[in-house]
């Protein structure tokens, strides 16, 4: 039996239990007298002990079950709790408790029926009721719990379209345990009678009282304030549930008090049937999706097509004698569902007034924004959209150099002046981390200085990064705003949709941060905490305010947005994205200027198919995100422990660490490693909620410059082509593996014996090898593990396209229009022309944008000047693409006449 420290989710924990309970029982059962069988019995007892802690916390199998197993162990009855645990591990593995009752008596006629529930066809399965828990936080006697319980399932009737089981813990505290790891529960009534404090001394399970956060601070709070304050963590950890409150005080004193998400407060009543309406009607709330619903029914309908797209009710393909195979494919229902219509119940995505309206709306609740939009051509058109929505020609914008090629074409497009922000590098990865907000306030400090600061509109920033680093949101925002109280802050989230339905995750969210903001501006100790440190920073020179945590002025404008590709991470069709807007001028300044944005960019013919799964991608995060987001982490933490403990995948391999990849300046708690051999998991919470920058664990990057093959390599040649394992990113010696909301333990599973079959490969190959091939080897191993290119700053941008040499801000736009006429233009040769020139002083130019995969990232930019370290980064990448750059003819660059006609304009224009 693994131990404690091993598992990093008591879900986890929970389900391997019972696995090897059954393993245990069915063993004793087969050979009850046998040399081990005073073993296996110890090791059952073992295992009745440390699940009765668990089990406390779900609805199935039941504490009444539980009990009456162990009692039937204890009497001997080996074969029928055998019979029992297999049962109930195959109702746990398979899902099958929440579709059907689940028989646990041997006796019973239909013991065996539906042994093949796994197998049932998604049809069936969808016909199925939905399943959920429910808990009631009362200190109960086991008498009172059964009643409790009897008369909740009483209420059930035929057509509810929900059924549910409910679960009772005592104390404020288990409450909180439970939601955190019980993924099931979607409603919670909070009782009178509840106690502050858990006896459960289960270390993996009270950890979780650490995410909920405050907990401490609430110990001294009168008893009767247990269940206003219960409500109020509750929506701070899993805010999509519903609670529901059972109190004897007056209306009056609990007017005053924040409720968290209490839907309803019940007076000091029994009322079963209003208590049970009201939580199947806060279930549906959430189940409930508009716009796929609309387009179910009007596939449905009869309709003669006279418009466009023949494709419509698939009537261009069901008259096909040669393409009945894409029919055959996709089946009738897509084809049902396809139309430019946007009547018969349907809607507009440019103008919505129905379905797909509310169906925005229900994404704007869920994922915590004021306003939320559909996109149906990716989040690289969602940036450019919110770009050109708010940054005016010659606004000032700070942009993580790093970022997705969208941004740096949005600033084109837009006209804005942009300040380029470097990354710290990791040269031992060929990578870049995230930008320090030493950098960020430096820039702003500087512009502050030169008198710009009113130009200033916008700080962009990826978050996360592709490789995993995530900002301290809220702190970013809030030193930013002290400088420049109505900053502008736009989030790529392109990879941390999935985020906001973690506890610990969405705190780093731009959303949440906004959200959080907003009310602690208006705190009067917020207030006071400003004055204090005006005056005590009264005349401060830069460093100070740099070594200083600042605090912005009461007044401050949240203003943030986040742009979020759902499909990369949550349930959507290739392109499902959407934008968050959570900003206090957008109702006065910005919407109109967003419309038109979002016009220009929006297709008029938009997939309908995409805008429906984005609502039921929705539907599903709002009742299983948590649920699923959990098991996503769970299966990247047991990834990283497999990797790192297993010894002859050290040999050629290494899973990067936070230590690995974030300097110790920017993480405050010391965390290292999520996990360490010796003394286990890290509880994660404590470093997300300090540090300056942290390790997103979904994303498990692998150095594997040990095995002598590049990251590309590595990737194609053989996951892929050898065994059909599918990545994204790579650099000169990584790869990245990113687990998602359908990653299963299998797959993990998987991954692991291919990285081991490898590695025996490799051992194999050295044990034969001559001397002068493991020579060989080793020398591509130093190539790609020491012998690596510094990654290189952004330089400047030349002096044509700035407006003075105080600041850095350049005119990307100009530079970008200029390379349109060929004239402005010449080519140089990396290793002949443009090394000459750049050792004999000569300042050279770049006319595109330079893009090398991977990194994945402009090196180079319009206007930008090609510094020696450029040169040299280039020269020794190993990649075979780079955009922008044309090995047969070099880099193309701008002539030295045509900036200094563009110079000249530019004087003649700021003359007139």
């Known amino acids: 039996m693994q131990s404690m420290s091993d598992y990093y989710s008591a879900v986890q924990l929970r389900s391997d239990r019972w696995s090897a309970l059954r393993e245990g029982l069915e063993a004793l059962a087969r050979d009850p007298s046998g040399r081990h069988a005073k073993a296996t019995h110890q090791k059952i007892s073992d295992l009745f002990e440390s699940l009765a802690l668990i089990e406390a916390y779900w609805a199935f199998p039941g504490m009444v079950a539980y009990d009456h197993m162990r009692r039937q162990f204890e009497h001997g009855k080996i074969e029928d709790v055998a019979f029992t645990a297999r049962r109930i591990t195959r109702a746990l593995t398979t899902g099958a408790y929440r579709r059907r009752s689940i028989p646990l008596d041997r006796d019973s006629v239909d013991a065996e029926e539906h042994e093949d529930e796994a197998l049932l066809s998604p049809d069936a399965r969808a016909l199925a009721k939905p399943y959920f828990e429910v808990m009631i936080v009362d200190d109960v006697n086991e008498h009172q719990e059964r009643w409790l319980k009897q008369n909740m399932a009483s209420m059930r009737r035929p057509d509810d379209a929900f059924t549910y089981e409910a679960v009772v813990v005592p104390s404020l505290q288990d409450a909180l345990i439970g939601i955190l790891f019980n993924h099931n529960i979607q409603a919670i009534v909070v009782r009178p009678g509840l106690k502050m404090e858990s006896t459960v001394e289960l270390s993996i399970l009270t950890r979780y009282l650490n995410r909920a956060g405050g907990v401490d601070d609430i110990r001294d709070i009168a008893p009767q304030d247990y269940g206003p304050e219960l409500c109020r963590l509750v929506a701070k950890v899993r805010p999509e549930l519903d609670a529901y409150l059972v109190t004897d005080r007056s209306a009056e004193d609990i007017a005053g008090l924040d409720l968290g998400i209490c839907r309803r407060v019940f007076y000091n009543q029994e009322d079963f049937m209003e208590l049970h309406l009201n939580i199947l009607r ?366 002859l995948l050290q040999k050629y391999f290494k899973v990067l660490t936070s230590g690995d990849m974030i300097p110790d300046k920017h993480r405050e708690s010391g965390v290292s490693s999520y996990y360490d051999p010796e003394q286990g998991w890290t509880d994660i919470w404590d470093c997300w909620e300090k540090d300056e920058f942290v390790l997103d664990a979904t994303r498990v990057t692998l150095a594997v410059g040990g095995t002598g093959w590049d990251g590309d390599t590595f990737k194609t040649d053989i996951l892929m082509d050898k065994y059909g394992i599918q990545i994204n990113k790579t650099s000169r010696n990584t790869v990245l593996f990113m687990t998602n909301i359908g990653t299963t333990r299998s797959s993990v599973a998987y991954l692991i014996e291919v990285l081991v079959e490898i590695a025996k490969g490799l051992d194999d190959l050295l044990d034969d090898a001559s001397k002068m091939e493991r020579l060989s080897f080793e020398r591509r191993v130093k190539n790609l593990m020491q012998d690596l290119p510094p990654l290189p700053d952004f330089s400047r941008f030349h002096d044509a396209f700035r407006a003075d040499n105080i600041t850095t801000e350049g005119d990307i736009r100009s530079a970008f229009f200029l390379s349109y006429d060929e004239n402005n233009c010449d080519y140089l040769e990396l290793d002949g022309s443009l090394k000459k020139a750049l050792d004999s002083g000569e300042e050279v130019v770049s006319a595109s944008f330079i893009i090398p995969y991977p990194p994945g990232f402009p090196i180079l930019v319009p206007g930008q000047v090609v510094s020696k370290e450029i040169l040299a980064f280039m020269r020794a990448l190993d990649v075979n693409e780079i955009h922008g750059y044309r090995a047969d003819l070099g880099l193309r660059v701008f002539t030295k006449a045509a900036l200094d006609r563009h110079a000249s304009k530019k004087l003649a224009t700021a003359a007139e």
Not at 330 to 346: C, D, K, Q, R, V
Not at 524 to 542: N, V
Request: charged share 20%; glycine share 6%.
């Open 282 to 647: 806060g279930v549906q709330a959430r189940f409930k999706t508009p716009f796929f619903t609309a387009l179910k029914e009007y596939s449905k309908q009869p309709t003669g097509v006279f418009h466009a797209m023949p494709i419509s009710r698939g009537k261009s393909i069901s008259r096909s004698h040669w393409i009945q195979d894409m029919g055959a494919f996709y089946g009738p229902n897509i084809f049902m569902a396809e139309t430019s219509a946007t009547s018969g119940g349907l809607d507009s995505l440019l103008e919505p007034h129905g379905p797909i309206k509310e169906a925005q709306e229900l994404a704007s609740r869920a994922f915590g924004s004021k306003q939320t939009f559909f996109a149906t051509n990716g989040t690289s058109t969602c940036n450019k959209i919110v770009v050109q929505a708010l940054v005016r020609p010659d606004d000032i914008v700070l942009v993580d150099r790093d970022c997705h090629k969208s941004h740096h074409y949005g600033m084109v497009l837009s006209g804005a002046n942009v300040v380029y922000l470097d990354s710290y590098p990791l040269n031992e990865y060929s990578m870049y981390g995230a930008v320090p907000l030493h950098e960020i306030k430096h820039q702003l400090l500087s512009l502050k200085a030169a008198g710009k600061l009113d130009r200033v509109r916008m700080l962009l920033l990826t978050n996360c990064t592709f490789d995993g680093i995530v900002y301290n949101v809220e702190r970013v925002m809030e030193e930013c705003l002290a400088i420049k109280p109505d900053l502008i802050f736009l989030w790529d989230e392109a990879w941390f949709a999935f985020a906001r339905f973690g506890p610990t995750y969405r705190q780093r969210t731009a959303m949440n941060a906004a959200n959080n903001l907003r009310e602690k501006f208006k705190s009067a100790a917020h207030a006071k905490a400003y004055d204090k440190q005006q005056e005590k920073l009264k005349d401060a020179d830069e460093a100070t305010l740099l070594k200083t945590r600042l605090i912005p002025p009461p007044n401050a404008r949240v203003r943030a947005y986040a742009t979020q590709s759902t499909h990369k991470t949550l349930t959507s069709l290739r392109q499902g994205s959407m934008i968050h807007v959570n900003d206090q001028d957008f109702k006065g300044e910005v919407e109109q200027s967003f419309h038109e944005a979002y016009m220009t960019h929006t297709s008029t013919s938009p997939n309908y198919q995409i805008i429906a799964s984005l609502d039921v991608g929705r539907r599903q995060v709002e009742l299983e995100g948590f649920e699923f987001v959990q098991r996503q982490v769970e299966a990247a933490m047991a990834m990283r422990r497999a990797i790192s403990t297993h010894p």
